[in-house]
């Protein structure tokens, strides 16, 4: 089965939804057919981070067929090249009736596709319960600010007691300045996540404005989403052979550090 990457907040505005789009995005431009599931099922909008209307009803689920291939295909719109979206609800009062069935779907989209991206609500439903134990990679993003910071301790230590291991968990550190000190907030919030992998997304400035991911990752993002996106697929030795995953094998080390053999 294809790995399921869930990108988690406990505080909106962070930029969940759109690292969770980008990485969808980055993965289908490696080859791999991708799945963008958006169980914020109530008030989701990752369809307009591909530039799309809106998205399909996943309150389907709970139809009498039950949750088939046939009726999953039916939910997945063509969002970008090699990029599905299935979700969230077309009514929000209609999110209780999607929320048992989620684990199922998750479940069958990755038997049918090469990489499943979730980008979950901020608040812990049981949808995102069931998405973040189902997950191979449970990426937790933050901004860094005071507010998230607390959010991404509360986050880590409810993922935790729902069973996820903290191998299974990434940290992401969205908007980072990188002429900024680390945090001692940020250091205590990851009390007890010491095994997770933590990295950085680096602000884009002007050279971001303007990108859409429909029109394809930005140099910046693409590079600073390749190693979270690529772990779980590197680990089950499940990435494909086309050139841009082969340059995603290894770690981004500067080619005169590799001439020096580094």
């Not at 971001?208 to 600073?224: I, L, M, T, V």
């Not at 190693?227 to 080390?253: A, F, I, K, Y």
């Amino acid at each position: 089965d294809a790995p399921v990457l869930v990108f988690c907040s406990g505080r909106g505005g962070v930029g969940k939804t759109s690292l969770a789009a980008v990485s969808a995005c980055v993965a289908a431009r490696w080859g791999m057919r991708t799945c963008l599931v958006d169980l914020d099922l109530s008030c989701g909008n990752a369809y307009a981070a591909l530039g799309l209307p809106g998205g399909s009803d996943l309150a389907a689920l709970s139809s009498p067929e039950g949750v088939t291939p046939e009726l999953v295909g039916r939910l997945c719109r063509a969002a970008a090249q090699g990029v599905s979206l299935a979700g969230p609800c077309e009514r929000p009062e209609t999110a209780e009736l999607a929320m048992p069935h989620v684990r199922a779907l998750l479940d069958l989209l990755s038997r049918e596709y090469d990489l499943v991206v979730v980008d979950t609500s901020t608040t812990f439903t049981d949808a995102v319960a069931q998405a973040a134990q189902r997950a191979d990679r449970l990426v937790l993003v933050t901004d860094g600010r005071t507010p998230s910071v607390a959010s991404l301790a509360r986050m880590g230590g409810l993922a935790v007691r729902l069973g996820v291991a903290r191998t299974r968990i990434v940290r992401v550190e969205n908007r980072a300045d990188p002429r900024e000190r680390a945090s001692h907030a940020l250091a205590r919030a990851e009390v007890g996540l010491e095994a997770a992998r933590a990295y950085r997304v680096v602000e884009g400035g002007r050279e971001a404005n303007g990108f859409s991911p429909r029109d394809g990752p930005a140099s910046w993002r693409s590079r600073a989403l390749r190693s979270p996106t690529r772990s779980p697929r590197r680990s089950r030795r499940c990435l494909p052979s086309w050139g841009g995953s082969r340059r995603g094998r290894s770690p981004d080390v500067p080619a005169r550090g590799r001439r020096r053999g580094a």
